[in-house]
């Protein structure tokens, strides 16, 4: 069993995990492990002197691009808005078409519409979460532009299936990868397969800092270039850690999206563990699947359906699909186990979407992930015990109906 | 000879070296916590309810910095495709940009050539069909004359976007910068008179119904009660807990950095009085309407003094080189033949010197002599 901190809440020195509960996520004991390595980085910050946009962002970016293999990283304050400068900086224009996926977190679509465009939703995948290539060719129009897959929970979307259709309607394509740190494809990094990707560092991240953050991935120089820019109210040159560049002048109309160095801070203590980190993620996530895959009830768990060749997977979220979701949920509250729906309602229904004119049955396989899929507890802090337990609640609630 | 000295920074380092080991114990702590809770948490809700009490606001709501909280602002006041607001033509990129960012268009109104901010009488003679709101910004030590700005929205029935992102302890006519609007913003960028180590800003409003729309705004267009459904197109607009609770432990001090600010901003122009006609034209200091952000003077040989100033370990910074509409990125939304005769005379001029409340007695007289000693060589020239 991995060795938890004293100093992390709920572990007072018991051994009986029975009584504590298990929160959906913390990185309390990480984040108290790595505390010299985090307030090493802090110091620094604090003697550069520059707090939003200055060198230990910069540091990140360059160890990131090394992690990666990216061309360019770009940081900036979250996912969505790297999503959204990913997106114009790749070229996007006023009422251009971008299919995205129906099943996905909100920024996938709704970034679209912040840059200016308009998302056109299509149907996932049979066995996944990943957008489906044939849905993609099927919802695409004359006006549509891009396409951008999102790289849900564990793996990648079908992206030689994606490229394909891509290459057949002449799309530019810009990945959802917020997700997808530790993702790749016969051996590139996700969010490198077309003009560029994006990563998040919201907490509960694979790298999770403890505010919000993000950055844009791209080989592209131009995309890097004009990203850049955005960023920073639109400014050319040198401003990553240049004050005075405040009065460059001001190239493209931007936004305001620089990262703050605290965050650049934990971002690189927890860049330094983090191969460790998806390993001992991947032990979680083969531990529920050994468990759960057998129970009656359950009806779908990640490793039940094989990555495609040459994917590496890197389980940020452990998601289950299962019958009486709702019901399932409220057991495992009760007896203190937290849990989290991605997602319960599919975009092409939500109510920011309406105008469009979606109806339940447009795409069935979005609605249906969105009934019966349930997220567990997945997190480098997490004792094999409590995954155990959280086993021994779902085998009780299906063996009691 | 002070030449021996090291360079006063005009960007100082050291903003917060009084709060090394606050800050450190507070990312500590936040990150350790039981709660785990690092994003729009109770510290957050905290400090929007004192800041909301210090401004007597009905509501502040924390965003992710002052440029966004314009964003937030615009949109929830249901600015869009096909409308037209009216900016300075001098000032800060968001200014424009924001405006743009929710599809409509920045028209730019001249300056008052002393205050240095949005003149209502130029603002007014922009007014068309398409205007739905008007937004002045205040301008490094001056708020904007809102008075006039309030009448004018008013009677002209338009929405009255305060841009106060940097006017931070000013209060004109007993009323705070922030209050005039429809809804006004501040920006906590670590330069600010209310800054901190990071990105963030609030919006601050009386209008509750705007405030809803702005707090779904912030948080990718949920409700705070209904979690992943998405009633707006929102953003990604948030503020975080560290931050929070930083400022939180700030704000019992920032009187008093107001005050020795002022106190710095008030020596100076009373030793740059006499420079009027010396082509050094200082800011109006005192009075209503003022607060200790920015130090900007006008400076008829801006280049030499700025030379000087740096040859006797002074940096100085021009804040705005250039108008909007002379900006690369603002000049097709620039009426072709149109001028803006203040702003590029401001854009010209302006030179702003050291400000901070940890500047000393002595920093700021080095300060002084030496731009009063350029005035005197360069007159005799």
Redesign the interface.
Known sequence: MRKISS????FSGTTDFEAASI?F????AT??ES?AD??GH??D????????HGAKVAELECELARWTGARHVVGV?????ALIILLRAAGLCLGDEVIVPAYTF??TA?SV??AGGVPVFADIEAHGYGIDPRSVATVATDRTRMVMPAHLFDRMADMRGVCEVARRRGLTIVEDSAEAIGMRLDGRHAGLLGAGGVLSFF?AKTLG????AGAVLTDDDRVAETARMLRH???GGHTVDN??G??N????????S?M????AA?LLAKLSRLETDIARRAELAARYDARLAQVPGVRAVPGGVPPRPGVDRACYVHLIEVDERDALAAHLAARGIGTE?Y???PLHL???FAHLGHRPGDFPRAEAACAAAIALPLYPDLPDTHVDRVCDEIERFYAGR | MTVTAPTIP???????AGD?DA??ET??A?????A?K??LGEQTARLERELRDRLGAADVIAC?????AL?LVLEATGVGRGDEVVVPAFG???L??AV??AGARPVFADIDPVRLTVDPDAAEALITSRTVALMPAHMFSVMADMPRFRELADRAGLRLIEDSALAQGGVLKGRPAGRWGDAGVHSF???KTFG????GGVVITDDTELATAVRMLRN??QDGVH??????????S?F????AAFQLQRLAGLDARLARRTEIATYYSRRFVSLADRGVIAPPVGGDGRFPYVYTVLAKHRAPLRAHLAAHGVAS??????TLPA????APYAPGGASWPNAESAARYNLALPLYPHLTDLQAEHIADTVCAFTDTFREQ
């Open positions: 100093a992390s809440p709920g929160p996520f913390t990185q309390a984040f108290d505390w985090i307030r802090l110091v910050v604090l003697r550069r002197g520059k707090f939003s304050n979250s996912g969505t808005d909100i920024a709704s519409v912040l907490p800092a403890i505010g919000d109210h639109g400014r004050f005075p405040i009065a002048p001001t190239v493209l109309p931007g936004r305001n620089k703050d160095d605290v965050q934990v729906i997602y319960p309602t939500q109510p920011c | 005009f960007f100082p380092p050291d903003l917060f090394h800050l450190l990312v500590r936040i990150g350790t916590g039981a785990q690092f994003i992710s910095s002052g440029t966004s964003t800060c990129a968001p424009a940009a743009i960012d960028v670590q330069v901190m180590p990071g990105e990718h267009g979690r992943f459904v998405h009633h707006r197109v929102g953003h990604n948030r975080d807990e560290v931050m910074h021009v804040y705005y080189p250039r900006q690369p990125a603002f």
